[in-house]
């Protein structure tokens, strides 16, 4: 029988990785400040907890998905009030290094070793363990954990010391950013041009101008409908502000990211941040229209 495995954090992503987990067999204990999530958790057959003391309590391996900084220093401060610590953190958020890094050495004091494992992966992509692990830190721990990993996730790589997998994330997160506008602008352009959406995206999804964002959230674009969030945009903008401040203390410019950062800014300025990112098509159709307006104007020879 498999060891217990606990999730702090059930929501897009982690309540994901745990129905995976409890379809390979394991025990899931889970933990939300989120009422509702913990009655979801319930009904997809895992264990809840109390808290995080009592997470750390009752397993050996403790996988993170939290939405803040804040988050990964309160779960921390707890985890270390545990009579029995965990033996293993698997942190999978996207955060600031130096939050990690502390966090890390607060649990070492207790003798539990911190994985800093972000993933690579939308919500619905996660519910179908189609996500990829950039693994660092202890590489004995991280072997130790493999079967776990097997269990939510399509493929993990072992990329270094700790911090390799974040600042891995980072660089596969501006791309994310990049090609999910670059989504976005293509179809609105073959819709302004006269193509059927629906069917560009199949034909442009099967051609060397593809890309998962594309595949991904295309479809969310073409029906307009961002209601069903895989990634929040209000979530988004932090991951985008740390992607910024990372590159810019290693030095590295980002031309192309940046000029997408005005772009989710207004799509949350719309009032759209609790919807999925894809949103970012909507700003590009109302620019459009906007643009549409004006030459109809200048043709007629009104102000």
């Not at 400040?33 to 009655?39: D, E, M």
């Not at 674009?221 to 979530?235: A, Q, T």
């Amino acid at each position: 029988m498999t060891a217990p495995v606990g999730i702090i954090g059930l929501g897009i992503m982690g309540s994901a990785m745990a129905a995976n987990l409890i379809r390979a067999g394991y025990r899931v204990i889970g933990y939300d400040v989120l009422a509702t999530r913990l009655r979801a958790h319930r009904r997809a057959g895992g264990a809840v907890a109390f808290n995080c003391r009592d997470v750390g309590r009752q397993a050996g391996v403790v996988i993170c998905s939290l939405p803040s900084s804040e988050a990964l220093r309160q779960t921390a401060a707890e985890l270390v009030e545990t009579v029995r610590p965990p033996r293993i953190v698997i942190e999978t958020s996207t955060l600031p290094l130096f939050v990690k890094e502390a966090a890390r050495k607060s649990l070492g004091v207790r003798g539990t070793t911190l994985l800093d494992c972000p993933l690579s992966g939308t919500g619905s992509q996660a519910r179908t363990k189609d996500v990829v692990v950039y693994a660092s830190g202890d590489r004995r721990a991280y072997r130790g954990v493999v079967p776990i990993l097997d269990a939510f996730a399509r493929a993990h790589y072992y990329v270094g010391a700790f911090g390799a997998g974040s600042k891995m994330k980072f660089v596969a997160n501006l791309l994310v950013a990049i090609h999910n506008v670059a989504a976005a602008e293509a179809l609105v352009l073959a819709k302004r041009a006269g193509l059927d959406p629906a069917m560009a995206l199949k034909v442009i999804s099967d051609g060397a101008g593809s890309s998962r964002m594309f595949q991904v959230r295309g479809p969310m674009m073409v029906k307009g409908d961002y209601s069903k969030p895989l990634m929040k945009l209000e979530i988004w903008q932090k991951d985008m502000t740390i992607i910024a401040d990372f590159a810019r203390e290693v030095g590295s410019p980002t031309p192309l990211f940046s000029k997408t950062a005005p772009i989710y800014t207004a799509a949350v300025a719309s009032g759209r941040g609790s919807e999925d990112t894809a949103a970012v098509c909507s700003v590009l159709e109302e620019m459009a229209g906007r643009r549409k307006k004006v030459r109809v104007r200048s043709r007629s020879g009104r102000l």
